[in-house]
């Protein structure tokens, strides 16, 4: 664990596949050219579960998110989410998906041992949720509401739905978005949009500051502060009276590198420091494939952590001339 000038960085995101059944408009749209890991690159379960057991839960990490790619479609997950929750230094796991594959799964995953999950949710319009996720048979919000449901059954809690704002698209829902939360114990978090993945989309849509987004709720419910699980970055609000909690994700409008508590590693073993800048980040898969020591990968481990403070996404490592991110999310694990 590293107790910087800053904050403890002790969350890791893990992602499971780069792969994703999905092709959002604003992290992969179809035709995106995109170098996927190749088979013989993905950390095997049984290298992620040594790195985790043998490195980062020896250094302190104890929380830990799945995601992607779309995570529930790494073969036997429930291996994975079961190790995690098992081990004793373990306090939170949690999972990001797109929640297409959940229906079917969220029982077995819950049994494994996940309690908290997060589904991606953009619009409650079949046809602008279809288009927003190149969904040509119009059927994939039903499935993806169905998953929603499923894992609210099955007791997840707390149960949240991400929502990317994007102007012009699904702007016109914030309210009824927000308004899920009243009668339901959900907590829906508004991201704000950014220009990784897709900047032409960025550049031709623009984002829409958090704080907009509130005054809209406001105006219209009255909204209080709350607080609600989480390990992230997201300020929480409430409509008076509501059961579950309103988050806003403002990594655009409000920098807060400062206070950021975690690193990701790639489902190929690449861990990274910041999910927009590569600077320190190291190939822990080679190291492991090289026969090195633990006490080593520890080492490296320690060393990304202690130049974490230094790197922030605001000095970030621009990756393509237009002012995006030449990686998307799904390849660095969102
Ligand atoms: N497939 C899963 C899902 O969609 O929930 C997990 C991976 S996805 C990359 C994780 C999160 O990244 C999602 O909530 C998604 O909305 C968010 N994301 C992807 N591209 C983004 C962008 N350009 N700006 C902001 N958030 C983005
Ligand atoms: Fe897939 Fe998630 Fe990216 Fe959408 S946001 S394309 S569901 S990885």
Redesign the pocket.
Known sequence: MTNSPYHTVDYLRVSLIDR?????Q???PEGSEIDYIQSQNFLSNEELLYLLREVFLPLGFNKFRLT???PLLRPQIDEIVAAIASAEQTQDLAMTT?GFLLADTAQDLYDAGLRRINI?LDSLDPDTFAAL?GDRTGKRWEQVWAGIQAAYRVGFDPLKLNVIVIPGINDGEVLDLAALTIKRAWHVRFIEFMPI?NSMLFHEKQWIPSEQLRQQIRDRWGLTTAQVAGNGPADIFQIPGAQGTLGFISQMSECFCDRCNRMRLSADGWLRPCLLNEQGSVNLRASLRRGESVESIRTQVREVLAIKPEINFKERDMGTTDGGYAR???QIG?
């Open positions: 994703c059944n999905f092709q959002c604003y992290c992969m992607g790619g779309e797109n991606s996720v993945g998307t999310m799904s969102g």
